[in-house]
T-cell receptor, first 112, second 116 residues
Framework: RKEVEQDPGPFNVPEGATVAFNCTYSNSASQSFFWYRQDCRKEPKLLMS???SGNEDGRFTAQLNRASQYISLLIRDSKLSDSATYLCAVNMAGTGRRALTFGSGTRLQVQP | DARVTQTPRHKVTEMGQEVTMRCQPILGHNTVFWYRQTMMQGLELLAYFRNRAPLDDSGMPKDRFSAEMPDATLATLKIQPSEPRDSAVYFCASGLVTTGDVSPLHFGNGTRLTVT
């Protein structure tokens, strides 16, 4: 089992739709969680951190479910400009590693 | 805005040649990471340094890859000799790492390496 798993997609949604992605992680001791956005042929850019109580940034909502070991990203009112690959990242605490492990990403295509 | 700077942006080389990639982390960040991204494997962690000391390079093929951080403003990743399977995008990232936590990482633009 991979340490961090994502559905690769693609998720094809119309403009204005609401879409949600999940990301599961294997290490129950993980402490830090993030969502990154990566455009084609560009570097990953931080979209938002994920806090235990859930957090929102405009049209984006991130949530953490420790019991089931997954994080989620909800995008409301999708825009064409939201088309990208969304990567989740997890700090594998307890393994001795002090680095982020990334999922393979979920591709989102928002269509007019 | 502070940025992680990587050079070169693109590198095309022949099998067997040496490749050196350079990274200038964000000032004040204490940890530098090297990741490799391919379509098949996604983003893989190769190595990372904290306060210039190598912490973990278990993700790196040791026979041909080496990573160093000669000073706080420069990290290097070297491949010698390069092979076609090394073709990938190599990202440098920096962040703040404490005993218990890892801050969000900031990535450089990446080096797109093609080995023919």
């Amino acid at each position: 089992r991979k340490e961090v798993e994502q559905d690769p997609g693609p998720f094809n949604v119309p403009e204005g739709a609401t879409v949600a992605f999940n990301c599961t992680y294997s290490n129950s001791a993980s402490q830090s969680f993030f969502w990154y956005r990566q455009d084609c042929r560009k570097e990953p850019k931080l979209l938002m951190s994920v806090y235990s109580s859930g957090n929102e940034d405009g049209r984006f909502t991130a949530q953490l479910n420790r019991a089931s070991q997954y994080i989620s990203l909800l995008i409301r009112d999708s825009k064409l400009s939201d088309s990208a690959t969304y990567l989740c990242a997890v700090n594998m605490a307890g393994t001795g590693r002090r680095a982020l492990t990334f999922g393979s990403g979920t591709r989102l295509q928002v269509q007019p | 805005d502070a940025r992680v700077t990587q050079t070169p942006r693109h590198k095309v080389t022949e099998m067997g040649q040496e490749v050196t990639m350079r990274c200038q982390p964000i000032l004040g960040h204490n940890t530098v990471f090297w990741y490799r991204q391919t379509m098949m494997q996604g983003l893989e962690l190769l190595a990372y340094f904290r306060n210039r000391a190598p912490l973990d390079d278990s993700g790196m093929p040791k026979d041909r890859f080496s990573a160093e951080m000669p000073d706080a403003t420069l990290a290097t990743l070297k491949i010698q000799p390069s092979e076609p399977r090394d073709s990938a995008v190599y990202f440098c990232a920096s962040g703040l790492v404490t005993t218990g936590d890892v801050s969000p990482l900031h990535f450089g633009n990446g080096t797109r390496l093609t080995v023919t």
